[in-house]
């Protein structure tokens, strides 16, 4: 198993641009999560899930920011426009019900410039 | 609402120095619990996890961890740390049952001097 996938590993963009992060789950698992890692807040949960559902989106920070999951093995993640502050490592995680162990990707570091 | 609360957000320690780093919790329903390392530059790894039974839990790297119910804490100890434990350290908990939110501490960065 190559585990959760994410790519890029690293994008560099200019404030305005749109970004578009990518997961590809462990097959499987029915749960996908985004979470985003800063030094000021830490990891947050943006956005999770269910059987390509998504189940609870409260922490996406604002409209510039959406997720979709179109089948079991993708998910994207989206900004537009991007801003600076919305520069931090991205994580994609999946895990399966009834068995709660969590597989983090490697994530994305994304700065805006 | 959940959360986790981690005491100790940056800790030195020499090498053999034992460790111990604080977690506490609050949720009133049963809960599972996690540790997670995140070495420099690399993705979130699993140290240890509690679902229930024994409340001391052992984990990789010669870790373990403690869950006191009525202290709604889940501290992570190791008798004797390396060089190579310089790393973040992450409390999680989910509630019991339930794949969903996994909700993290703020983290506590560990620096080993050799």
């Known amino acids: 198993d190559a585990g959760v996938i994410q790519s890029p590993r690293h994008e560099v963009t200019e404030m305005g641009q749109e970004v578009t992060l990518r997961c590809k789950p462990i097959?499987?698992?029915?749960?996908l999560f985004w979470y985003r890692q800063t030094m000021m807040r830490g990891l947050e949960l943006l956005i999770y899930f269910n059987n390509n559902v998504p189940i609870d989106d409260s922490g996406m920070p604002e409209d510039r920011f959406s997720a979709k999951m179109p089948n079991a093995s993708f998910s994207t993640l989206k900004i537009q426009p991007s801003e600076p502050r919305d520069s931090a490592v991205y994580f994609c995680?999946?895990?399966?019900?009834?068995?709660?162990?969590?597989?983090f990707g490697s994530g994305t570091r994304l700065t805006v410039v | 609402a959940q959360s986790v609360s981690q005491h100790n957000h940056h800790v030195i320690l020499s090498e053999a120095a034992s460790l111990e780093l604080g977690c506490n919790y609050s949720y009133g329903g049963t809960v599972n619990l996690f540790w997670y390392v995140q070495y420099p530059g690399q993705h979130l790894q699993l140290l240890l996890k509690?679902?229930?039974?024994?409340?001391l839990v052992k984990g990789i790297k010669g870790f373990e961890a403690e869950f006191i119910k009525s202290k709604f804490s889940f501290n992570l100890r190791k008798p004797s740390v390396q060089w190579s434990d310089t790393a973040e350290y992450f409390c999680a908990v989910t509630p019991s049952g339930n794949t969903g939110k996994l909700i993290f501490g703020q983290g506590t960065t560990l620096q080993v001097k050799p």
């Open positions: 509690y679902f229930s039974g024994d409340p």
């Open positions: 995680a999946s895990s399966l019900q009834g068995a709660p162990r969590y597989t």
């Open positions: 097959s499987g698992h029915d749960y």
